[in-house]
């Protein structure tokens, strides 16, 4: 007597798992549609300035302001004037690239002051590092002493000036993997 392989029943066994694999699927990419995108502003000086136009091309959700040659003390002295805006713009997550015109002796009060000030609207500080080639030792020790997710510093080639990336556009690259991963 010759028996027949049940393929019915594989067939329907099979179309349960691909539809129950189909939710599973359906159901988890909605989940991360659904979630709140991340909001990201850019605070600083002219590094800012150079990175806020290249990263308005790499996020989708960002805000940024940037004055040339201004310091820590500097940003902090013009609160509320600099970035009035971004309370109400509620990020989730503030870039700050301030601390090369602090000059060889920052003040890491400075530092400290400005990171509970964004975690005062609810925003997590990344901090960027100053390019690879420019010296600025004491910066990096008060940036090190903020516990905060930095972004490592460029090895970007520097303009003619010594202090500026030639093109913003690959540390602007960098700056937004750290971000991604925040």
């Given at each position: ?78 609160t509320p004037s600099y970035a009035a805006w971004l309370p109400g ?42 390019p690879a080639g420019v010296s600025a030792p004491a910066v990096r ?42």
């Amino acid at each position: 007597m010759a028996r027949s392989f049940p393929w019915k029943a594989v067939a329907a066994g099979g179309a349960a798992l691909a539809a129950l694999g189909t939710a599973v699927l359906v159901g988890g990419s909605s989940k991360k549609k659904s979630a709140t995108p991340q909001r990201i502003a850019l605070i600083g000086d002219s590094y800012a300035v150079g990175l806020g136009p290249e990263l308005s091309k790499l996020l989708p959700t960002f805000q940024y302001e940037g004055h040339v040659g201004v310091s820590t003390s500097g940003w902090l002295n013009h609160t509320p004037s600099y970035a009035a805006w971004l309370p109400g713009f509620r990020p989730t997550i503030v870039i700050v690239s301030l601390g090369v015109n602090d000059g060889n002796a920052p003040d890491p009060a400075n530092y400290h002051a400005l990171v509970q000030a964004l975690h005062g609207i609810g925003a997590r500080a990344v901090w960027v590092e100053p390019p690879a080639g420019v010296s600025a030792p004491a910066v990096r020790d008060a940036i090190a002493s903020l516990g905060v997710q930095t972004v490592p510093a460029t090895q970007a080639p520097l303009a003619s000036d010594g202090l500026h990336p030639a093109s913003y556009g690959p540390w602007a690259r960098e700056v937004a993997q750290v971000v991604a991963r925040a």
